[in-house]
């Protein structure tokens, strides 16, 4: 019986074997585009290390795509044999997790994770797995308070520490707790300035403050660090689009769109498709000329009408096909939307049946023009769009949906009032406030409209 980095008893071939599998953990961390290699060194020491095979099952699951599904489906298999042969504890527990992951039972792998590391607090893995599925769970606080309950094992001198810090950082901000998610995420940059899931909350932090200048500067000073991470620096750059979109300036937005968040235009990756849909239709929504832009993602939404494995993805793909106008594709997808609606046996079927099935409905109506018919599908549901999981941020896009329709379709005194939510939490943002103002011209107040416009413009400005 071997230890890893944090104490824990790993069934291994050799020392070697669990010193490989320490990198390859960390390197997952720091969200690394070599995790894939890490993990194939720690094969190569022990073709028959049970975690392993579980962690690959898991990375082939966190693709969120149909043909990784059946990968995962085999490393499961493989693990399930070698569990067979000898195991601790933990690692049943990893093995029960991966098998409920992949029966679609993304809760009761949850619960697994969870009830992992209630006795083993240093398990990383799982705290990071159970960190994506509370996330695509839209459960926050959950996602806040797993990393809390563990963090008092926790200390300075354990590998994984900063990037422990930076998980709480990104739970603490997805719960409003800006100054301590701040204070977190800083101090993991400093521990490692290319933790870039840190780096990562900070910026939401400024997004959600409405600190655009500070998200420019924080990541204009970070991103020469980034070199060796996987796609989700793709996200990151995103990330500082959006604080240029508040600022009005598209040619940096779009430069930075062709060169940095959609540089890669041959990937299908949810992530990076969904990065691309949301700044395109933000885009699009306050009159900018994207160009043709939509075409290569509606095309890649096409093949993906029949995943259905998170709701949130299945939104941005509608999103694509409806911007694109691929009415033949639309009515394909909204009928296999039914049959997940119907699902009674995954975590995803009732978030589908709730709430993704008229959000993606909603979309497409909003792709028709049918400005009326969007807001009464998504008024009913918008308190349960948290359900499809992304953070506060992602999720934004869903409310532009609803208020920009409320304005198109004249119900002034409904987007006022989303509005005035709105900017009551983020007081700092000029779309919300330019937004307000059109609001306040539809019912006649045009002194508040100009208002709210100056206040606008005072802010871009500043
Ligand atoms: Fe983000």
Redesign the pocket.
């Known amino acids: 019986m071997f230890r890893d980095q944090h104490g824990l008893e790993m069934t291994a071939a050799s020392e070697q074997a669990v010193a490989r599998y320490d990198s390859m953990i960390l390197h997952y961390l720091g969200i690394r585009s070599d995790t894939g290699d890490r993990l194939k060194d720690v094969f190569d020491a022990d073709p028959e290390m049970l975690m392993a095979h579980c962690a690959k099952g898991n990375f082939m699951k966190l693709f969120c795509t149909p043909p990784l599904e059946r990968k995962a489906e085999e490393s499961l298999e493989t693990a399930k044999q070698l569990m067979a042969v000898g195991a601790t504890e933990r690692e049943k527990q990893h093995v029960a997790a991966l098998d409920a992951w992949c029966r679609g039972d993304v809760a009761g792998a949850t619960d697994i994770w969870e009830a992992i590391l209630l006795n083993y607090p240093a398990d990383v893995l799982a705290m990071r797995l159970v960190h994506f599925t509370h996330f695509y769970l839209g459960d926050s606080a959950a996602m806040r308070d797993s990393v809390a309950r563990s963090l008092p094992y926790w200390h300075a001198d354990m590998p994984a520490y900063g990037f422990v810090l930076g998980l709480n950082a990104f739970g603490l901000e997805e719960t409003g707790n800006y100054t301590e998610a701040e204070r977190a995420g800083r101090r993991a940059v400093e521990i490692n300035a290319k933790d870039i899931w840190a780096t990562?909350a900070v910026?939401?932090v400024m997004?959600m403050q409405g600190r655009h200048r500070d998200g420019i500067a924080w990541l204009d000073g970070l991103f020469a660090k980034w070199d060796g991470c996987n796609n989700f620096r793709y996200?990151?750059w995103?990330?500082k689009c959006l604080f240029h979109l508040e600022l009005e300036q598209f040619d940096v937005i779009l430069d930075l769109y062709d060169t940095q968040v959609r540089a890669d235009t041959t990937s299908a990756d949810y992530l990076d498709m969904s990065n691309a849909i949301a700044l395109l239709w933000r885009l699009e929504e306050v009159g900018a000329d994207i160009g043709d832009r939509w075409v290569e993602l509606a095309d890649k939404a096409e093949d993906k009408i029949h995943d259905h494995i998170f709701a949130f993805h299945d939104a941005h793909y509608m999103m694509a096909l409806a911007a694109d106008g691929r009415q033949e594709k639309i009515s394909e997808m909204l009928e296999s939307l039914e049959g997940a609606a119907a699902s009674e046996e995954t975590t995803e079927g009732p978030v589908f049946r709730d709430v993704g099935r008229a959000l993606c409905q909603a979309v497409a109506a909003f792709g028709a023009g049918e400005y009326d018919r969007v807001v009464a599908l998504l008024s009913p549901v918008r308190r349960q769009v948290y359900r499809v999981g992304g953070?506060h941020?992602?999720r934004d896009l869903f409310f532009r949906v609803l208020t920009v329709a409320a304005l198109r379709s004249n119900q002034h005194r409904l987007a006022r009032a989303l509005l005035a939510e709105r900017n009551a939490l983020n007081p700092s943002s000029p779309w919300g406030l330019k937004r307000e103002a059109e609001a306040l011209d539809g019912l006649g107040e045009a002194a508040a409209a100009e208002d709210a416009r100056q206040r606008a413009a005072a802010l871009r400005a500043a």
């Open positions: 990562h910026a939401h997004e996200h990151t995103w990330h953070s941020a992602q």
